[in-house]
């Protein structure tokens, strides 16, 4: 079975710390992806990864950063948390095999910035 | 840029009726289809895509969806729903990434599914 960790389940912060999420899977995937999730706006991509040390960004990828210095690790940096950046954040990997993407995700980590 | 609108941002069922959950997207190429389910303090699990195989697609517990391309749906149904059913699920379509062949996913917004006893 494809795993991908998360290195906290719940996280609470305050405004202005520099925020680590980390993110780890086991199955050689080339791609990993950092999503929020949020009530009523479903999943929205912040970055992304195809490869190690390459990154793009996602829909909304203000006020984060990503670092991917290994192939199994993908990790999201607040730099300066905010109250906004409280949220829910699922990590995800995949395989793309013969154009049919399948994202494996993580059990996300629920951040309250205060 | 594809997205996805799911009908629908809460649904409730009695338990042993049909579950039907309503996602439609819109996509100039023809596009690949997913379904996920996210239980209560979980990630987010697929139930089953659509690859252009077949237009009914069987996933697991149950859930089918039907890929209708007249009417740019591709709806989840489940012909008695269970208790252990109830959690929020998420339909998306694969959007090309413009640097190359890897796509990333457009997700709609969400339907949680209640079933009453």
């Known amino acids: 079975d494809v795993k991908v960790t998360q290195s906290s389940r719940y996280l609470v912060k305050r405004t202005g710390e520099k925020v680590f999420l980390e993110c780890v899977q086991d199955?050689?995937?080339?791609?990993m992806f950092w999503y929020r999730q949020d009530p009523g706006l479903g999943l929205r991509l912040i970055y992304f990864s195809y490869d190690v040390k390459m990154k793009e960004k996602g829909d909304i990828p203000e006020g984060y950063s990503v670092s991917r210095e290994k192939k199994e690790r993908f990790s999201l940096i607040l730099e300066s948390a905010s109250t906004n950046q409280t949220s829910m954040y699922l990590c995800?990997?995949?395989?793309?095999?013969?154009?049919?993407?399948?994202?494996?995700f993580g059990p996300g980590t629920r951040l309250l910035v205060l | 840029a594809q997205s996805v609108t799911q009908l629908g941002s809460h649904v409730s069922v009695s338990e042993g009726a049909l579950v039907l959950l309503r996602c439609n997207y819109s996509s100039s190429v023809p596009p690949y289809l997913f379904w996920y389910v996210q239980y209560p303090n979980q990630g987010l699990q697929l139930l089953l895509k659509y690859t252009s195989a077949a237009t009914l697609v069987k996933g697991i517990n149950g859930f089918e969806a039907e890929f209708k391309k007249s009417e740019t749906s591709f709806h989840l149904t489940k012909p008695s729903a269970h208790m252990r059913d109830a959690a929020e699920y998420f339909c998306a379509v694969s959007d090309m990434w413009s640097g190359g062949s890897n796509y990333k996913l457009t997700f709609g917004k969400g339907t949680l599914l209640t079933v009453n006893p």
């Open positions: 995800a990997s995949s395989l793309v095999l013969a154009d049919q993407e399948t994202q494996y």
């Open positions: 199955m050689d995937h080339e791609n």
